[in-house]
Every structure is written in C-alpha cells, then in structure tokens.
C-alpha cells in the first residue's frame, strides 16, 4: 500500500510538470537531500551492573530521502513540496517504510510590493513576541558535535530562531522619496491546535508588525501577537493572551567609529477561564530591554551592554515556549530500571527531545542547562545587565567573545527571597589556516559557561554550573578532516523547583541537590564531497555521574556513522 502511494505522488509530479512546463511559461525543478545514519551503542556502568530491565546493547538508524519539487510560474507563483521515504535499520523488504509530505508551501506575488506565503510557513518577530530561543549550551561548539546537531535541527525544522508553523503570512513594502524611506508590514496566522467540533477548541495564533525606516540612521516598529481560542460547543477552557511591543533602533556608523542602540518595550495580558471551576484568571504585566554595541574599528573590537527587566507576570507564549522538552525521555537507552533522565549528550544528539509547538504553559526545566534564562529572553520575573566584549568581524584570525550576566528576581517565588544569577560565558574561535597561511582546514574551537545562583533566608539557595566547549579540525588531505571533541557540564549545590498549574502559576516547590558530572569525548573523520555531502564517522563516549547518588553512574559508548547528500 505504501509503495502504491508513493508511485502515485510521483506520479502526479512528472504529469503536472509535463503538463505545465508544455502550456505555460512555468519552470519546474527539483533538489533533494539523501541521509543514512547509523548508530551502534553500549550501555556500561555502575547502575546497570544489577540491573536487568534495561537494554545494554543495540544498534539502530534511519535511512531517508527527501524530494524537494519546486514549481514556478513567471515571478508571481511558486509551489513547492517535499515528499519523505524513510526506513529504520534492519527493515525487510521495506515493510516499515514510511512516506510523508514533509513540506508543502505556496508563495506568490499580489504585486511588486506585497507577497504572501500559505502552508509551512517560518515565523520569527521580536524575542518578545515570537521568537524560537536557543537551547545550545555554548554557541561555541565543536564540529564534531556541531555535525550531530544539524541534524537535529533539520528533522524539527530548526532554522535559526523562526517557528514553523502552518498557516498563513503576507509581506509589503512601501518605499517613500521624501521624509521617510519605507514603511514594511507584515501579518501571519497560525493554528496551534486543532478543534475537535465538542470540546476542543482552535487555539490561533496571529500578529504582526508594522515597521518605518526612516533612514539608515533610526528604525521604530510596533509588534502584535496573539494566542486564542475559537470557542465550540461544550468548551470548558477557554484561553487568551495578547503582546504588544514597541522598539527602535538606532545605528551610527563612521570610520572609525559605530554605535548600534536597540530597545523594545511592550505589555502583555493573560486570560484564562475554566467553566466547570468557575474560574476566571487574568494577569498584566511588562517588560522592557535596551542594549548597546560599540565597534572601535581600529581595534577590531565591539563593547557590548544592556540593562532589561522582565514582569513577573509577562506572559508571551511563543516567545517563551523552549524547542526542547526537558520532559522527553531520550530514545538512547531510555530506561536503566527507572527512566533515564536527560543529558548533555542527549540535548545534543536525540531528535526526540525537541518540540515543535507553542505551549501556553511553561515547561518545568532542568536548571543545571540554564538557571538565568530558561525560558530565553523573555524569561518572565527578571532584572539586570549584562556586558560584553566581541571581536569585530573584520578580525581575521579569530572570532571571540565574552559576556557577563547579573540578574535578580522581581519578587520572590515560595518566599519573601530573591534569587541571584550571576553568569559568564563567552569563547574563541581560532583560525589556525589563516595564522599559519596553510591552505587547508585548521580551525580550534574553545567556549563554556558558569552560572551561580543564591537566595539567602529559610530557604536558601546556593547552586553552579560550569560547562565547557572544545573542538579541534584539521583538514590531514584534501577534504577529508579529521575531527575531535569535549564536551562538560558540573553541577553542584541545592535548588528549589516548582510545577505551574494550568493558570502557568508556580507551585508545590521541591528542594533538590545536585552533584553530578557529564563529560562527552568524541574523535572522528569527516569526508567532504561537496559543500553539504560528507560522510562521517565518529566514536562517541559519554560518561554521567550522579555522585549525591551511589551506583547510579554510567556511560555510554556509541559508533555513528552519517552519510549525508544533497543535490
């Protein structure tokens, strides 16, 4: 039946495009990505030595390939669609394969100045508004581990800080010869989930923004968004929320000299309504953030700064939603007599872990991956600087940063107390290629990052993690690389965590201590047969110790292989 439908999309393409390409004046075209993975992992370790319940060897992976089909007509019409055949390792004859529209999207032209897109669609505004947080741990990562993150990020669709979401967008700009340059507006709409017609309802999420450039000297924008449900019969939930931010941006740039000065500040109301309860919450709140950038180019070098403060009760869900569900058990030796709790190695290499849609609720998160703002930019309840050092992009041989964080909660949260964060990352990306004028890959990647957290009073808290980054590639002969990577995290002391109710407050606070060390080794080669098509093959090791936890430490070892084309 599979193998019959699939024929049958196929099919349909070569007859359209045959009939198209013969009538009117449209072009089509194709490209495709082609991957197999596999992996062959041991499970070894003090916690799995008395433990029978759990699989301490197995090998496992995919192999895919996606057809993108891309069809065009003249400059006001594109259709394009990707259509996934995708079987697990060990399949026979083919029995379990899968095939899936992955993609489907249209974009057109109404005229020169106004565009639309419809299906698939990517949804980025503000990091107040709606905006896909990074969960990366350090921005300055290996290339062997920055490989097995790629493709993570391509199964869920992970392109910079964009949601994909289904619905619909449309784009216009209107260009001005005197007093202002060009006023641009842009609007979306998306369901986020669907109606069942009793008691589910449509929950939509819509905004916009309307954006003026007066010159290249100054921008000014006003953004909207916002997340509702359609009600239908016998709805007992009933949920709204509503963002509206302003900013600006003012960008100086001379010879020696460039000032670049943002801010956005804006309100949120939150509504949420429970028949059978007969319950009623709402909240406002605001938020408002300012960061500064001074490039002294003769030095090579930017002077970052910034000041923020985040109400306890801003609520803006597709802001605030994480792309990683720190709820997901890893499909990586999921058990070891008891679930197996989430890793840095799985954060960086388990597909599954991550979510593709926006929640309304927080999730609880693990704050040993980011105590200051687990919920990104927009983590509600925050106030403070930060300030910073980059290299500026004219440096050659080096691209480097650090910053440095302190914050305070707003009110306190189970108490009269106020958390603390005090936060420094930053790291350096050498190239050694260009230092020593060789002509092939060298490149040293190091970075990490140290959070502490305190509260004084009854209930205390004293907590830090420390993480670290590092990598190095060098390219032995043309385009084969050979590869090393490490990657850590400890993390140690107490912290109180609390669950949120479906009105998103916090309750029942639990204290928890920490004493637990990750460390991930990883060697490999890489082939590169084009841009994007290489073959890799790596050895991974990942050692987790619990040390507050007798006997619960373990390791994993694991051989990966990619082969990856794309045409």
Do not use: C, H
């Not at 190091?446 to 004293?462: A, F, L, M, P, W």
């Not at 004493?515 to 082939?527: I, K």
């Amino acid at each position: 039946m599979n193998i019959m439908r699939i024929s049958k999309y196929y099919l349909f393409i070569f007859l359209l495009s045959t009939n198209v390409i013969l009538k009117a004046q449209t072009e089509f075209s194709l490209d495709a990505l082609g991957r197999s993975i596999f992996t062959n992992n041991k499970l070894e370790g003090d916690s799995v030595v008395n433990t029978s319940s759990s699989d301490k060897k197995g090998v496992s992976g995919y192999v895919l390939f996606d057809l993108g089909t891309n069809l065009k007509y003249k400059d006001l019409l594109q259709a394009n669609a990707i259509l996934r055949a995708k079987s697990p390792f060990g399949a026979a004859f083919g029995q379990p394969t899968v095939f899936q529209f992955r993609q489907f999207q249209l974009i057109g032209k109404i005229n020169k100045n106004i565009n639309y897109e419809i299906g698939d669609i990517n949804v980025e505004l503000t990091p107040y508004t709606v905006f896909n947080a990074n969960e990366t741990f350090s921005t300055y990562e290996s290339d062997i581990f920055k490989n097995r993150r790629n493709v993570v990020e391509y199964e869920n669709f992970i392109f910079g800080n964009v949601w994909r979401l289904q619905g619909a967008q449309s784009r216009a700009k209107f260009d001005f010869e005197k007093g202002i340059k060009s006023i641009k507006v842009y609007g979306f709409g998306t369901r986020t989930n669907a109606t069942n017609n009793t008691n589910v309802a449509d929950r939509i999420l819509a905004g916009g923004r309307v954006g003026i450039v007066q010159s290249d000297l100054l921008q000014v924008g006003a953004n909207y968004t916002g997340l509702l449900d359609v009600t239908v019969d016998r709805v007992d939930v009933e949920y709204k929320s509503n963002v509206l931010t302003g900013d600006i941006k003012f960008n100086l740039d001379k010879e020696n000299f460039g000032l670049v000065a943002k801010y956005e500040g804006g309100l949120s109301s939150y509504n949420f309504t429970q028949k059978s309860l007969k319950v009623d919450s709402s909240f406002n709140d605001y938020f408002y953030d300012g960061n500064v950038t001074v490039t002294i180019k003769p030095a090579k070098i930017k002077l970052l700064g910034g000041y923020k403060e985040v109400g306890p009760q801003f609520y803006s869900p597709a802001a605030q939603t994480v792309r990683l569900d720190p709820s997901l058990n890893s499909g990586l030796f999921p058990t070891i007599g008891t679930q197996r709790t989430q890793t840095l190695y799985d954060r960086t290499t388990q597909e599954n872990l991550y979510n593709r849609s926006i929640n309304p609720v927080f999730y609880n998160f693990n704050p040993v991956f980011g105590n200051i703002d687990p919920y990104g930019v927009a983590t509600p309840n925050r106030r403070g600087f930060s300030a910073g050092l980059a290299s500026d992009t004219s440096f050659k041989f080096a691209n480097f940063t650090i910053n440095y964080t302190s914050q305070s909660e707003i009110i306190g949260e189970g108490t009269t107390e106020k958390r603390k964060f005090v936060g420094i990352n930053g790291g350096v990306v050498l190239d050694i290629a260009k230092l020593v004028t060789a002509k092939r890959v060298i490149s040293l990647t190091i970075g990490g990052r140290q959070e502490k957290t305190t509260r004084g009073g009854y209930s205390s808290i004293d907590f830090t993690t420390n993480s670290i980054d590092a990598g190095l590639t060098v390219e032995a002969f043309k385009k084969f690389d050979i590869m090393v990577g490490y990657k850590a995290i400890k993390a140690e002391g107490n912290e109180y965590l609390g669950s949120r109710n479906v009105f998103n407050q916090l309750e029942n606070f639990q204290s928890i201590k920490y004493d637990l060390n990750q460390n991930n080794y990883a060697f490999g080669a890489r082939v590169r047969f084009a841009d994007k098509s290489y073959l890799i093959l790596n050895y991974n090791l990942s050692k987790a110790a619990f040390n507050n936890i007798e006997g619960n430490n373990y390791a994993i070892k694991q051989l990966f292989i990619n082969y990856t084309i794309i045409f």
